[in-house]
């Protein structure tokens, strides 16, 4: 069946993405992935699925009183299909929404495209409840166990901030260097050329690019790389506890990526590797990165993607409290470190469970 034949669509909004209202009483969902803009009145009271339909393929879940954005497509149900079931559906099925994006620019889907969608295998009402069910718990799991990873961020930040200040202010008075003296070296990466697929064949040595940078200490990649591609293009091998930061992707238009490799790696040209020197330990100075975070990431420039001005980035000033109390600052990230390895491996073991019944149910 498709989706016409089993959903209706709302009246176009004609509230502009921009018109958010901060603490607004109502959810505003705009063509954006994030579900945090309010509005301060509701055009919608109901189960409904919420679609942005500029830029890339979004998709959002709702019930209740909310609004949208012009650039958005609201979908209801009719008897024959849930609402949730049918957004566990297309959330299995991204790639189809994705394919409905056409144009020079600001790639555009559109309701003709949207309505044209199949839906297939579609369960009874019965099963459907039970995969909602299924589905809906896992995902509490998966919230829950993000919830404990940040409030642990938040934890580290806090003993930042007891032990240290504010590190941009420097209330506490320390010593303070550029980020490029803090470092014995500083470079980019690069990409062997998929041409000569010999450069990846039986790679041995991890490729990290931002794809790769979703957790705080580095063991391995998507890609990896053999010597032959390491000497045939601009990618270094990078010494095991150096920082990793991501200076070109979208993600940083609101996220400043960054890491410390255990084991040597290459990096691609979009991220950089900050070799410490004998003033700051790795660990610290990657705190004192996302301490900064806000204020780099406000000086983001997007040209061809969303960048880092590097040269800034290397002449930030940092905080340098003497190397005994970077140490015990190390040794309580150390004991944090175990309780986020245990939280971490049950969120992979949720999220793995989860995609591999989307897969099932949906796939």
């Known amino acids: 069946m498709k989706i016409r034949e089993i959903c209706t669509f709302t009246q176009k909004s004609n509230i502009k993405a921009g018109e958010a209202v901060e603490d607004g009483k109502y959810m505003f969902f705009t063509s954006s992935s994030e579900e945090n803009k309010r509005y301060d009145d509701y055009q919608i009271d109901g189960e409904a699925i919420i679609m942005g339909t500029g830029g890339n393929a979004t998709l959002h879940y709702y019930s209740g009183k909310f609004s949208t954005s012009t650039d958005c497509v609201v979908l209801q149900t009719n008897d024959s299909v849930k609402c949730k079931y049918l957004y566990y559906f297309l959330k299995a099925n991204m790639n189809i929404l994705q394919a409905g994006f056409k144009g020079a620019g600001l790639k555009h889907t559109n309701k003709a495209y949207i309505s044209d969608i199949e839906i297939y295998n579609v369960r009874d009402l019965e099963q459907q409840d039970i995969i909602i069910r299924t589905l809906d718990n896992l995902q509490s799991v998966i919230e829950m166990r993000s919830l404990e990873l940040k409030k642990l961020d938040d934890l580290v930040k806090a003993r930042f901030v007891e032990m240290f200040g504010d590190p941009i202010n420097n209330d506490k008075g320390w010593k303070t260097a550029s980020v490029e003296s803090l470092c014995t070296e500083i470079y980019g990466g690069g990409t062997p050329s998929k041409a000569h697929p ?3 064949k039986d790679g041995d040595i991890p490729w990290v690019s931002s794809k ?28 095991v506890n150096s920082v990793i930061i991501v200076i070109r992707s979208g993600i ?18 979009d991220l950089k590797a900050f070799i410490p020197n004998e003033l700051v330990l790795a660990k610290f100075l990657s705190v004192q990165f996302k301490m900064h975070e806000k204020d780099i990431l406000s000086g983001v420039r997007a040209v061809t993607a969303d960048n880092i001005e590097f040269n800034s980035l290397k002449q930030r000033e940092m905080i340098v409290p003497p190397i005994e109390l970077q140490q015990q600052y190390d040794v309580f990230l150390s004991q944090v470190d175990k309780s986020r390895f245990v939280v971490q491996k049950a969120l992979d073991e949720a999220q793995l469970l989860f995609d591999s019944l989307m897969q099932e149910y949906f796939g």
């Open 212 to 239: 790769d940078m979703k957790c705080k200490v580095i063991k391995d990649s998507q890609i990896k790389i053999n010597q032959l591609g390491v000497e045939n293009s601009t990618a270094r091998m990078v010494p």
């Open 198 to 200: 010999e450069y990846y």
């Open 252 to 269: 940083l238009k609101h996220t400043l990526p960054v890491a410390i490799n255990a084991v040597p790696i290459t990096i691609n040209q």
